[in-house]
Structure formats: structure tokens, C-alpha cells
């Protein structure tokens, strides 16, 4: 008996604090009496709830959904708000008793789930169908079709025929001349690049830069210059060098030399950073200057990282040589757009099969040579 009437009471406190603090400002920051609201009371994953709850009405009303999605997810919210305050509730008060010896499991239970509790209707639905508009809204924009797909299979069935088939009379030209083309661009370029970015990279390693004002301007501007570098892709440093230079092979060097300094200067930036300071101390108490330093410490050891993500680099630049053929810096990526073009697909599997072999060829001795090094 006595234990029934403590668990009533309990039952009766937890709605009545679940009441209290679900309408009052302890929760959602509302006072009733005075009509305010305090965003700061709020928790901080409600405050994502009813953020996202606003972007996906603003979805809705893009996409010409139903208002009854709008009711929905506002419905959704307010029942995982309820449930989740009476839970906490709960646990509030359950600590307040000795549950140990007044009060059952079956209390307990009942307690932590309430008759209106259904796990379903509990799920965080704001949070599934702002995933699911987003989705949508991506799929509409893009323009996204299936039929479309639909109607090139056929088209994609004759390319894989003629993969199948490739004419082995172009062997020749694609290999010796066009897959070499574009090995020896992505090569020019690395070295390039890498010349480059030897020097700059010591201008942007935080530990390498002298101290003060003119220190500060020039590490601030190389970054600065190199991080703009490295946000232009290859396909459009090509596009401008096309422009600049003409077509043939030395655009796409030059565009490739430019992009992989940035991504050298990066990486060999971090590597210097990267370097212990010890041993560059006592080169600077032998009277080193900032030269011998660099020279006796910081290139010493950071040499076979370098090498490896110079490796690495080059292994990018053939990849990124392959494509730049598209916008007529030669390689082998051009007589593949043209044969594709003109549906000879046949004559452009002979191109795309040395392509691949290249390409897996070079990534299997990219990570042979850098595991030797390491």
C-alpha cells in the first residue's frame, strides 16, 4: 500500500514538473505571465530542430509541397520536445526517492515510458526529412533523370561493345605518341612545380620565416598567393593558357606546373613545420646562419617526405595530363573526346585501355617508390 501511494506521488510530481517546465520558460524559455522568450533556455539540440524545422519549410514552399508536410514535421517536433522534457523530468524526480526500497520496477518503468509513448512516432522527423528535402531539391536543380539514362543505354551498350572490341591499329599512335605526350607534360610540370615551390614553401613553414613585421607580410602574402593558386583546378589553368599560349602540349604544362606548386607548397610547408627545433638550435650556437640551418637541419630531414609527396604529385599530374587532352593541350586525352565524338568507339577503347593501364601502372609505382622511401 505504501509503496503504491509513493509511486502515485511520483507519477503525479513528474506531470506536474513536466507540465510546468514543458509550458514554462525552464524549457522552452516562455513565461507564460509575462509573455517572453528567452532563446537562451532553450537546449541546444532543440535549437537545431527548430532551425532545421524552418529551413525545411522554406524548402517546402520552394518545391510546391503540401502545407500538411509543414503540419507534419511541426507535429513530429513538438512530440519528441514532450516526451524527451518528460523524460528528463522524470529522472529529476527519481533521484529525489530511494527507489531502492519504496518503489517497484514496474513503477519505474511505467514512469520512464508513458502510456502516449510510441518509439515510431518518437523519431526525429525534422531532422529525416530536412535529409529527404535537401535530397529532393538537389535532384530538381540538377535535373536528375532516369529516362534520360534510359535512353543513352543503348548508346553506352555499343561503348562497352566496342571496349570490347578495340582496333589495336591505333596501339601504336596511343601509346607512343599520346600516352607518351602526356607522361612527359605531367612530368615537365612536377619538375616545374617542384623547383617552384621549394623556396616558396620555406616562406610559408611558420618556423622557417623570420620574426617581424617584414617576416609577417611576406609569410602572410606567399599563403595568401598559394591558397589562391591552389583554389583554381587544372582543367581551368589550362582554359587560361589555351587562351594565353596557344594550343599544343605547353599549356597543359604550365597549367600543370602551376597547380601542382601549389600543392607542393602545402605539402612541403606542413614538413618543415613538422621538424623538431632541437638540432637547429645548436647549428645556430655553432654560428649557422639561417642558410646553414636550412641547409644542415630542416632539408636533411624532411628530404624523403618530400620525395614522397613529390611521387604522389606526379601520380595527380598524370591523371590531371590525361584530362587536360579535352581542352586541346594534347595528350591522350584528346583523341579520345574526338573518336567519342564521332561515335568510333571502337578506335577510342584502344585510347581509353592504354589510359588505364597507365594510369594503375604509374599508381602501383607511385606507392612502390614511396614505400621505399619511407
Given amino acids: 500500500m505504501e509503496k503504491s501511494n509513493v509511486a502515485q506521488n511520483m507519477v503525479i510530481s513528474i506531470k506536474l514538473v513536466w507540465w510546468k517546465n514543458f509550458m514554462g520558460k525552464q524549457y522552452w524559455g516562455l513565461d507564460i505571465t509575462k509573455m517572453q522568450f528567452h532563446i537562451a533556455s532553450v537546449p541546444v539540440k532543440q535549437r537545431v530542430d527548430i532551425a532545421l524545422l524552418i529551413f525545411s519549410s522554406v524548402l517546402i514552399m520552394i518545391q510546391d509541397f503540401s502545407l ?37 520496477l514496474g513503477a519505474i518503468s511505467r514512469l520512464a515510458y508513458p502510456v502516449w509513448w510510441i518509439p515510431v512516432l518518437n523519431w526525429n522527423y525534422i531532422r529525416i526529412m530536412t535529409a529527404i528535402l535537401v535530397i529532393h531539391y538537389l535532384y530538381r536543380i540538377t535535373e536528375f533523370s532516369v529516362d534520360e539514362i534510359a535512353h543513352g543505354a543503348p548508346i553506352i551498350l555499343d561503348l562497352f561493345q566496342g571496349l570490347l572490341r578495340p582496333d589495336l591499329t591505333h596501339l601504336y599512335d ?4 599520346y600516352a607518351r605526350q602526356t607522361i612527359e607534360v605531367a612530368l615537365l610540370g612536377t619538375f616545374i612545380g617542384f623547383f617552384i615551390a621549394i623556396p616558396l614553401s620555406m616562406l610559408c613553414a611558420d618556423n ?18 598559394v591558397t589562391v593558386i591552389r583554389a583554381l583546378p587544372t582543367f581551368l589553368l589550362g582554359l587560361i593558357f589555351v587562351a594565353m599560349v596557344g594550343l599544343g602540349p605547353f599549356p597543359g604544362v604550365l597549367a600543370i606546373s602551376i597547380f601542382s606548386a601549389g600543392i607542393m607548397v602545402k605539402l612541403f610547408s606542413e614538413t618543415f613545420e613538422s621538424l623538431p627545433t632541437e638540432m637547429a638550435g645548436v647549428v645556430k650556437r655553432c654560428g649557422g646562419n639561417w642558410v646553414n640551418v636550412i641547409y644542415y637541419h630542416y632539408i636533411p630531414k624532411a628530404a624523403p617526405l618530400i620525395v614522397a609527396q613529390t611521387l604522389y604529385c ?29 561515335m568510333a568507339f571502337s578506335i577510342a577503347s584502344a585510347y581509353i585501355l592504354v589510359t588505364v593501364i597507365m594510369t594503375v601502372l604509374t599508381d602501383y609505382l607511385s606507392v612502390y617508390l614511396r614505400s621505399k622511401i619511407s
Fill in 68 to 104: 500538411l508536410l509543414i503540419v507534419f514535421m511541426i507535429s513530429s517536433l513538438a512530440y519528441h520536445i514532450a516526451h524527451y522534457h518528460y523524460e528528463r523530468s522524470s529522472q529529476i524526480l527519481l533521484e529525489q526517492y530511494s527507489v531502492s526500497s519504496s518503489v517497484s
Fill in 174 to 177: 596511343a601509346v607512343y605518341i
Fill in 208 to 225: 622557417l620565416i623570420k620574426k617581424g613585421i617584414l617576416g609577417a607580410a611576406v609569410y602572410y602574402t606567399v599563403r595568401m598567393l
Fill in 314 to 342: 606526379m601520380e595527380i599530374n598524370i591523371h590531371s595530363a590525361t584530362v587536360l587532352g579535352l581542352i586541346g593541350a594534347e595528350g591522350i586525352g584528346l583523341p579520345i573526346h574526338e573518336y567519342l565524338s564521332a
